[in-house]
């Protein structure tokens, strides 16, 4: 059954979870792997891993599992025991990230052996619960170096995380010192400005707003917020099937 799992995994070209591939026939197929073999940490981690893939398979998408991972990953440690959890660690702080379960994420680090992971996973999850100058005083705590290596790694995590705020005073400080200071100035001025696109105010009178509802419904996987918008009236003689889906119709069109 984990074999067939990552055979669905694949579309008919031979890519990995790309459109085509099968998500749902992958996760049923490691279900039933660990039906078979509770006991086989292997299993239940690319199960965990897999259920933060969505359909299309977006990873951290809008249709992905986070709640069901993060209670699988929880469920190796009580099942099969602490140290066969320990290797999922990573993933498992990254799932907490991208659910918005930072504070879980605090105590989580508080029993990471790795020292990076251990100290990166904590400061994102200060980073967004509490700002920027509380993650950049917690990376004083580092000599130079390290806090660079820090700063990169939490930075790009903070991006992953659309939280652009936090996420340019981490490349900034992730640039301090550096040979590449200089060059790297222009992205983190330029990510200084961004906002994210639900965040900026939206006025009915303005054109522009159509555009910004259809993007936030296709990142949203929002079909029926995108039927408002668009009508997808025009189907093959004798259909009586309910219209394309609009948002794999969008994509394509995209």
Same mark, same amino acid.
């Given at each position: ?9 694949y579309d008919l ?91 879980e994420m605090k105590?989580? /680090?508080? *029993?990471?052996?790795?020292?990076? %992971? ?8 200060? !980073? @967004? +619960?509490? #700002? ?22 939490? /930075?790009? *995590?903070?991006?992953?995380?659309? %939280? ?8 900034? !400080? @992730? +640039?301090? #010192? ?77």
């Amino acid at each position: 059954q984990a074999a067939l799992a990552g055979i669905l995994e694949y579309d008919l070209l031979g890519r990995l979870l790309r459109k085509g591939c099968d998500i749902d026939g992958a996760l049923a197929a490691l279900r039933k792997a660990k039906e078979l073999d509770p006991s086989n940490a292997d299993y239940r981690g690319s199960l965990a891993k897999l259920l933060t893939i969505d359909t299309d398979g977006t990873e951290y998408g809008p249709g992905a599992k986070l709640d069901e991972s993060i209670a699988e990953y929880h469920a190796v440690a009580s099942d099969i025991g602490e140290k066969e959890a320990k290797q999922f660690d990573g993933d498992l702080m990254l799932v907490l990230a991208h659910a918005g379960r930072f504070n879980e994420m605090k105590e989580l /680090a508080k *029993t990471v052996q790795d020292t990076q %992971l251990r100290e990166t996973g904590r400061i994102i999850a200060i !980073a @967004a +619960t509490d #700002g920027p100058a509380a993650a950049l005083h917690e990376l004083g705590a580092f000599d130079a170096n390290t806090r660079r290596a820090y700063a990169q790694a939490i /930075a790009q *995590t903070l991006l992953n995380l659309r %939280l652009y705020p936090q996420a340019t005073e981490m490349y900034d !400080a @992730a +640039t301090q #010192g550096a040979p590449n200071a200089s060059s790297a100035r222009p992205f983190i001025e330029a990510l200084r400005k961004t906002k994210r696109l639900e965040d900026l105010p939206l006025d009915e009178k303005d054109p522009r707003a159509v555009v910004q509802k259809m993007i936030l419904a296709m990142v949203r996987n929002d079909t029926a917020g995108l039927k408002k918008l668009f009508e997808f009236d025009v189907k093959p003689v004798g259909d009586d099937e309910d219209d394309e889906d609009p948002l794999s119709l969008m994509r394509t069109m995209t």
